[in-house]
């Protein structure tokens, strides 16, 4: 038996969500225009539920839990997926950990059965854990040689400080090295368990055989004893500053960070419109203000992104060294406007046409379907929230914009990266 709750419609695609008897929730939604069907798996369990010392291990996870599984090899797994030309892949957030499945109709059912397969009894091969582990060690090494990497870094770090979203998800070199073959059973044995799971199905399926599918496949995985561990994470004091990285490069990393709003909060729709508005495509403030009428950057753009815990909002810079100080400077400016100066009705109208255009771009192949339902979900936000991001944006005002603005924008973390000499002028200018 299983416990259904009322179907939620959005896109004018009914959109059911189920709970099976062991935690389990299921969404599907029937899209019969091509003969796919996609599945998202997420397990609440990302970076954020390993310890410091260990950062990079749910990465690891994500990279080797395909590689091997209770009866078959690395190499079965991908002539199984291979032979009937569907796709599966593993991957890892700050909040949760995802695994990705897309076949054709017929075969659907074997590939979400060698998922079950894999997603419960992963053996994490020797030899693919450290295959795996040499691969990220190599592309975090490769990561430092790129200027907006190590500014994004620092960042990060500066920020969150003793949070877990100051680690990249890769984790770094020391953390990587110190992570053992027990410590990802130890983290698949906590977390991959049927109460912390969401699977989401969208495409030529209905509600009715998704489910008996999904209760075919793990609808004998029992809840454990033991109660999942619940996060306790530290506060994110502010305490703004600056944070310098001297390389020889040909251009300067120019970046300001504030701390943001989480998702559930009243600030996210302004930041995510205000985020829109600054540095979202061609026509955005910065690129005009900055790259079209002053000439200043190479690239130019904000980003803020959806976050369980508060979301870091960020505006960015590359620009030729001699322009590391002016562009600080443009930067700031830009966003001290927002505090001081309400939008205009038709500018802000204009930002949310593109941001809701896009979302709306955003959900037109299965897989993007059952993307966004499941992450809705996993995040503890509904189904209904698709339909609600859009209410929320559209409800925005100038008013509350500038309220968020001033009540986020205040002192800025910089991150600044590029040749020694401009970057120590430019910090000593914005100190005057």
């Not at 593993?90 to 079950?116: H, N, P, R, W």
């Not at 060294?321 to 406007?337: C, R």
């Not at 109208?349 to 996993?378: C, D, F, P, S």
């Amino acid at each position: 038996m299983t416990q259904t709750v009322n179907p939620s419609l959005s896109n004018n695609s009914p959109v059911h969500r189920t709970v099976l008897n062991n935690g389990i929730v299921v969404l599907v939604a029937e899209n019969p225009a091509a003969d796919i069907i996609a599945g998202r798996i997420f397990i609440r369990a990302g970076s954020c539920c390993e310890p410091r010392e260990k950062a990079g291990l749910a990465h690891l996870l994500a990279a080797v839990i395909t590689k091997g599984c209770d009866g078959l090899s690395s190499m079965e797994i991908a002539e199984e997926v291979e032979s009937v030309g569907a796709s599966l892949s593993a991957d890892t957030s700050t909040d949760y950990f995802l695994m990705s499945l897309k076949t054709v109709t017929e075969d659907f059912s074997q590939i979400l059965s060698l998922a079950g397969r894999i997603l419960r009894s992963p053996t994490f091969p020797t030899t693919q854990v450290e295959l795996e582990r040499r691969l990220t060690i190599n592309s975090i090494r490769s990561q430092k040689e790129q200027p907006f990497t190590l500014a994004m870094e620092q960042m990060r770090r500066v920020i969150y400080q003793d949070h877990p979203y100051a680690m990249s998800v890769m984790g770094d070199e020391n953390s990587v090295n110190n992570i053992t073959q027990t410590d990802l059973i130890e983290y698949h044995q906590t977390y991959f368990r049927p109460d912390n799971i969401v699977i989401s199905i969208a495409g030529r399926i209905t509600c009715n055989e998704a489910i008996a599918l999904v209760e075919s496949v793990f609808g004998d995985w029992q809840i454990p004893e033991q109660a999942t561990p619940t996060s306790n994470l530290p506060e994110i004091p502010l305490a703004p500053q600056s944070q310098l990285k001297p390389v020889q490069t040909q251009q300067s990393i120019v970046m300001l960070g504030y701390l943001g709003a989480a998702v559930n909060s009243p600030d996210y729709a302004p930041l995510k419109l205000l985020s829109t508005y600054l540095g979202n495509g061609l026509s955005s403030r910065l690129f005009v203000e900055l790259r079209e009428k002053r000439g200043l950057a190479y690239e130019v753009s904000a980003f803020y992104p959806t976050k369980l815990y508060p979301a870091s909002f960020l505006v960015y810079m590359g620009t030729a060294p001699e322009n590391t100080t002016i562009a600080l400077e443009g930067l700031h400016t830009e966003v001290e406007l927002l505090c001081t100066t309400e939008l205009s009705e038709t500018t802000l109208q204009t930002a949310k046409n593109k941001m809701l255009g896009q979302y709306a771009l955003g959900k037109q192949t299965n897989g993007q379907i059952a993307q966004i339902y499941g992450w809705y979900e996993i995040l503890g936000l509904g189904i209904d929230y698709d339909q609600k991001f859009q209410e929320l944006m559209a409800a925005v005002t100038p008013q509350d914009t500038l309220i968020a603005a001033r009540h986020h924008f205040q002192k800025p973390y910089i991150s600044l990266v590029g040749q020694e000499e401009a970057i120590n002028r430019a910090i000593l200018s914005a100190e005057l």
